[in-house]
């Protein structure tokens, strides 16, 4: 907007401060409010050293600090109808008048949009060239959030088409925008999602389910799993009648609760429906994958009401019972699950929704007794893990701007807890997988690098204090995706080599193949048999026996190609069976070479 006593110097000073937050989508208002506050001392920072520099060239500068207590303003009380009114040209001599609270919070309330899942974005994730299947062996972590929505760069596109033609803006039920995402880069994709309505039950329009189905059913042909994000923002309703209770739920309260948790569990058990069954049914039984809508469930809690007021002890009392009921409606399934759930960092410690003694005992709770997150099962054998499937439970960290004080926050949280002590604080830092926004291209600085370098620093930093990271709309088609892509790369990929690149062919299409190797393998029995059994056939002499020969070693390289890179072959790749396998075939061969020559000496 355009201050009503516009200069240009002082447009440009709105425009320079602003440009931090241009071409992002902030997943939560909070974070939003957290990138303004930083802006906002930016811009102070740099307004007092220019100056500072202007009246007096050579006078030494000191640093420059914003008045923590207004860099954390969260709210104003200032009446909606006057915040945008008291958008007029800020003086420069105090912190305060750079950015009246009207004005911030103007600023929030434009910033603010709403996504309807009936007017999603239609989308199809399509692999990128030479994507290749996530490594059987990782250490780490790597989400990325999909939204129904669409990305930033296609919203922008929409709303500009839709501003110039409102007749060819995308809408319901038309022909679906193709954005790429290598799946290899990423061991799951949160699809975002379901929000839970006041009945307990989740508006997911069937359009936007068959849209995540559709992504989750590309992206595990390159083994990366997707879960089901189901959401809410809203809790005015803890505040109604039958809440009244906030230390013993009422039972209406407790039937919320279990219907939303069942209602959950439902969304992520329905059958894939991309699937042919036929075509699994041609494949022996180990070979079948059995392929469930969704491979696990993000809870997306957002806008928790503060810690202290009765909204927040209520909040607090629903987010432990839906977990511990979500948790037992998952066990009875009795199939494996991700469960993942968004914490914001602030309001990690040692009281509110998101106290570390609740936390871990989801974890227990819901995992088996086993080695994981880098513990081997005898090291937990003196905590209470009571899962009886295999059930993974991690928290999805969300970092406020600047992510290098906001992750050193985290940790630094964690470690101060008594709650966690040995193990358990190993497990619980294993289960940490920070989330970061994707870095717009062109970014100012605000830390005297480049975005693409600090969100370098920032992934090396994740990879070895936490279980991971994730990151809110994966790198696709902006313009410094690349360098962002091959940042994920370098700290979480091997790097590439030769059975990689054959691996980004051979894996996508394994179902294929393992149809093919399955006929191979029957045809070449049919013909040996008939080989050994028949004059017939062996009058047919030496062509026959070149069928036999060729069919034999296309047989082994194919076998060989998936011993590689099909994932249901790992237990027997990393076995001593296929080397004795290939060392009696060579002895075979050999004997044969020697008895034949031997034979033709003697007549």
Same mark, same amino acid.
């Given at each position: ?253 407790k039937n919320f609760i279990a219907e939303a948790a069942a209602n959950a569990v439902k969304l992520i058990n329905v059958d894939q429906p991309y699937v042919s069954r036929v075509y699994q049914n041609l494949l022996l039984p180990f070979w079948r994958e059995r392929s469930w809508a969704y491979n696990g469930v993000t809870v997306f809690f957002d806008n928790a009401p503060a810690t202290g007021t009765e909204a927040g002890a209520r909040y607090t009392t629903f987010l432990k019972q839906f977990m511990d009921t979500l ?38 709770? /819901? ?5 994981? #997150? @880098?513990?081997?099962? $005898?090291?937990? *054998?003196?905590? =209470? ?92 088609? /902006? ?5 962002? #892509? @091959?940042?994920?790369? $370098?700290?979480? *990929?091997?790097? =590439? ?107």
């Amino acid at each position: 907007a355009t201050p009503a006593t516009a200069g240009v110097p002082v447009k440009k000073r709105w425009t320079d401060m602003l440009a931090p937050l241009q071409g992002l989508d902030y997943p939560t208002e909070a974070l939003f409010r957290t990138a303004l506050a930083l802006a906002h001392c930016s811009a102070y920072q740099a307004l007092v050293t220019q100056n500072r520099k202007t009246a007096a060239p050579e006078a030494p500068s000191a640093e420059v600090v914003c008045p923590r207590e207004a860099v954390m303003a969260a709210g104003t009380g200032v009446p909606e109808d006057e915040m945008c009114a008291a958008w007029l040209p800020a003086p420069s001599d105090s912190f305060e008048s750079l950015m009246p609270p009207a004005v911030r919070e103007c600023l929030v309330q434009k910033a603010r949009r709403l996504h309807r899942p009936e007017k999603q974005i239609p989308t199809l994730w399509a692999a990128t060239p030479g994507c290749a299947c996530v490594p059987p062996s990782r250490d780490n972590e790597v989400y990325g959030f999909v939204s129904y929505w669409g990305s930033t760069e296609q919203q922008q596109a929409a709303a500009a088409l839709a501003a110039e033609n409102p007749a060819s803006a995308p809408r319901p039920g038309s022909a679906p925008a193709t954005r790429q995402i290598d799946y290899g880069l990423y061991t799951r994709l949160s699809f975002f999602g379901a929000v839970l309505n006041d009945k307990g039950d989740y508006v997911l329009p069937r359009a936007v389910a068959l849209q995540g189905q559709r992504l989750a059913h590309d992206a595990l042909q390159y083994q990366t799993q997707t879960d089901l994000v189901v959401y809410r923002n809203d809790w005015d309703l803890l505040l109604k009648e039958k809440w009244a209770a906030s230390d013993r739920p009422p039972e209406a309260v407790k039937n919320f609760i279990a219907e939303a948790a069942a209602n959950a569990v439902k969304l992520i058990n329905v059958d894939q429906p991309y699937v042919s069954r036929v075509y699994q049914n041609l494949l022996l039984p180990f070979w079948r994958e059995r392929s469930w809508a969704y491979n696990g469930v993000t809870v997306f809690f957002d806008n928790a009401p503060a810690t202290g007021t009765e909204a927040g002890a209520r909040y607090t009392t629903f987010l432990k019972q839906f977990m511990d009921t979500l948790i037992v409606k998952l066990q009875e399934t009795e199939r494996a699950y991700h469960l993942n759930v968004v914490v914001p960092g602030d309001r990690l410690g040692d009281d509110g929704p998101y106290n570390f003694r609740d936390m871990n005992g989801w974890i227990e709770a /819901a995992e088996p007794q086993r080695a994981s #997150k @880098q513990v081997e099962a $005898d090291k937990k *054998r003196h905590y =209470t893990y009571k899962g009886k499937a295999d059930i993974t439970v991690e928290f999805i960290v969300l970092l406020a701007d600047p992510a290098t004080d906001s992750k050193k926050d985290v940790r630094a949280r964690m470690d101060r807890s008594d709650a966690l002590s040995g193990t358990t604080r190993v497990v619980f830092l294993q289960s940490m997988v920070p989330l970061m926004l994707r870095p717009a291209a062109g970014q100012p600085l605000w830390l005297g690098k480049s975005p693409e370098q600090q969100w370098d620093d920032e992934l090396a930093y994740m990879k070895w204090n936490f279980g991971g990271v994730s990151v809110w709309e994966p790198p696709a088609s /902006a313009a410094n995706d690349g360098v962002l #892509k @091959q940042h994920l790369s $370098d700290n979480f *990929r091997a790097e =590439t080599n030769l059975t990689s690149s054959l691996c980004s062919w051979v894996c996508p299409n394994r179902l294929g193949q393992r149809l093919l190797l399955q006929a191979l393998v029957l045809v070449g029995a049919v013909a040996l048999g008939a080989w050994l059994m028949s004059c017939t056939m062996r009058s047919w002499g030496r062509a026959y026996r070149y069928f036999l020969g060729g069919g034999f070693l296309v047989t082994v390289l194919l076998f060989q190609a998936m011993l590689q890179c099909d994932p249901s072959l790992a237990a027997l790749r990393d076995s001593p069976l296929p080397v004795l396998i290939y060392l009696a075939l060579v002895l075979g061969l050999i004997g044969r070479f020697i008895f034949k020559s031997s034979h033709e000496a003697t007549a």
